[in-house]
């Protein structure tokens, strides 16, 4: 009687499991979910910052670039690493020549062509820096 109970129980969670992902895929629902392994890898050269959408640290470095017109002084590309694994896989490569392992990596990251800048301080400062201010 158990093996029956365990076979029905298993074939009940097998239907709901098939039916999910037959609605889910004729309803486009997982089109979001696997865009980003889609997206090509971007082609970007110079000052890159890596950030992560809902990330304080990053909030703060784009607080400071926006109250301080850092786009109008230093030419720089932003990539948003949560979404798109390109981007991600960009980062730990800068990481990687940097010889950082991938538990030394966090967001916000800066690659200025040659060093690593991690953190929201160290970024900032990097643009004060830039901008002597």
Same mark, same amino acid.
């Given at each position: 009687?158990?093996?029956?109970?365990?076979?029905?129980?298993?074939?009940?969670? +097998?239907?709901?499991? @098939? =039916?999910?992902? &037959?609605?889910?895929?004729?309803?486009?629902?997982?089109?979001?979910?696997?865009?980003? #392994? %889609?997206?090509?890898?971007?082609?970007?050269?110079? $000052?890159?910052? #890596? &950030?992560?959408? =809902?990330?304080?640290?990053?909030?703060?470095?784009?607080? &400071? $670039?926006?109250?301080?017109? $850092?786009?109008?002084?230093?030419?720089?590309?932003?990539?948003?690493?949560?979404? %798109?694994? /390109?981007?991600?896989? +960009?980062?730990?490569?800068?990481?990687?020549?940097? =010889?950082? /392992?991938?538990?030394?990596? =966090?967001?916000? #990251? +800066?690659?200025?062509?040659?060093?690593?800048? $991690? /953190? /929201?301080?160290?970024?900032?400062? #990097?643009?004060?820096?830039?901008? @002597?201010?």
């Amino acid at each position: 009687m158990e093996k029956k109970t365990k076979l029905i129980i298993l074939t009940v969670a +097998l239907v709901i499991l @098939a =039916g999910c992902l &037959y609605f889910g895929i004729k309803n486009n629902i997982f089109a979001g979910i696997f865009e980003s #392994f %889609n997206k090509p890898r971007p082609d970007v050269s110079g $000052i890159v910052l #890596f &950030y992560k959408d =809902g990330c304080a640290h990053c909030e703060d470095v784009e607080k &400071y $670039i926006k109250d301080n017109n $850092i786009e109008g002084k230093v030419q720089f590309t932003r990539l948003e690493v949560s979404k %798109n694994l /390109g981007n991600e896989k +960009l980062l730990l490569e800068k990481a990687v020549t940097c =010889g950082l /392992g991938i538990n030394q990596v =966090g967001v916000p #990251f +800066l690659w200025d062509g040659e060093k690593c800048i $991690i /953190g /929201g301080p160290d970024v900032i400062q #990097f643009f004060k820096d830039k901008t @002597a201010q």
